[in-house]
């Protein structure tokens, strides 16, 4: 397997943190967030690798959901 770049390496931290904050979710609602998280990153995986500017504004708005969503408060995730 070939190395990761950084970006490629973020990436991969910010899929496997929404994951794992699924997890914490209630169980009823656990599957709305891993497919809320899966369908966000399939939904940008044609973006091209090389479109830094595109791929790191993702990142942070993603890192910005992600700190919404991991809330006590928010129980529950609809499309």
């Given amino acids: ?3 990761l770049s ?3 390496r973020d990436v ?3 899929y496997r943190q929404c ?3 699924a997890r914490k979710k209630p169980e009823e609602t656990r599957e709305n967030f891993r497919s809320f998280a899966e369908e966000e990153f399939r939904q ?3 973006i091209d690798k090389k479109d ?3 791929i790191e504004f993702l990142l942070r708005k993603g ?3 992600l700190e919404t969503y991991e809330s ?3 129980t529950n995730i609809t499309r």
């Fill in 1 to 3: 397997m070939h190395r």
């Fill in 6 to 8: 950084g970006l490629q």
């Fill in 12 to 14: 991969l931290s910010l």
């Fill in 19 to 21: 994951l794992r904050s």
């Fill in 44 to 46: 940008h995986k044609a």
């Fill in 52 to 54: 830094f500017s595109t």
């Fill in 63 to 65: 890192r910005r959901q």
């Fill in 72 to 74: 006590p408060g928010i």
